[in-house]
């Protein structure tokens, strides 16, 4: 599994409360993602960080938050969900010690906003 | 920035038979690109992966060609297994920017 573990894996919330999914690794990779996967849409990358407390936007972070305080962790915040954000989304995270490219995905955490 | 398409998004093949998928993409820097197979309900996982020093990669019964002029890249699958029906994503990149996907090939093998 490549050491990238997600929580909560699964979550159903209400329109306009906050949702933090957490992704932890354990692998020293230094690059790490979050990307959401719908149908008809493959995986969009949403955010991602280059290190500890250096972070970018990517294709699709209107509404969508993250934060690195330390290698291991990496936080996706919806600040105020919406039906919209209903997604699998999927952590990755690459730049370990091998270094080979590879990116290595987390299981996935489903969000449901109703 | 970097866009990739991928088709077809849907493939039936019967048994036996060999698969093909292929994928565009804009950016001549792109330098790396990787296949992942995602299998119902399940994370993405690399399978193969080319660099755009190399023009052809195999690896048992799988195999990506790259034309770099064309600005595109193949996945084949020869003698096809039921194990083989999955999603299948080509992506690209260029040094350590983001992996940028395309939208996913639905392969069913028929028995």
């Known amino acids: 599994d490549a050491g990238i573990t997600q929580s909560p894996r699964h979550k159903v919330t209400e329109t306009g409360t906050p949702v933090t999914l957490r992704c932890h690794q354990t692998e020293n990779h230094r690059y790490m993602y979050w990307y959401r996967q719908d149908p008809g849409h493959g995986l969009r990358l949403i955010h991602y960080?280059?290190?500890?407390?250096?972070?970018d936007k990517g294709e699709v972070s209107d509404g969508y938050s993250v934060s690195r305080s330390k290698t291991e962790d990496f936080l996706l915040t919806l600040e105020s969900a919406t039906s919209s954000q209903t997604s699998v989304y999927f952590c990755?995270?690459?730049?370990?010690?091998?270094?080979?490219?590879?990116?290595?995905f987390g299981e996935g955490s489903r969000l449901t906003v109703l | 920035g970097e866009n990739v398409e991928q088709h077809p998004s849907t493939l039936s093949v019967q048994e036996g038979d060999s698969a093909v998928i292929k994928c565009t993409y804009s950016?001549?820097?792109?330098?790396?690109f990787p296949w992942y197979k995602q299998e119902l309900g399940k994370r993405p996982q690399l399978i193969i992966d080319i660099r755009s020093n190399v023009g052809e990669k195999k690896d048992q019964r799988i195999a990506v060609t790259l034309n770099k002029t064309a600005k595109h890249f193949s996945l084949h699958i020869t003698e096809t297994q039921p194990e083989d029906s999955a999603v299948y994503f080509c992506a690209a990149s260029k040094g350590n920017t983001p992996l940028v996907f395309g939208k996913g090939t639905r392969l069913s093998v028929i028995a």
């Open positions: 950016d001549s820097a792109s330098n790396y």
């Open positions: 960080s280059y290190g500890v407390k250096d972070t």
């Open positions: 990755a995270a690459r730049g370990g010690l091998e270094n080979t490219g590879e990116l290595f």
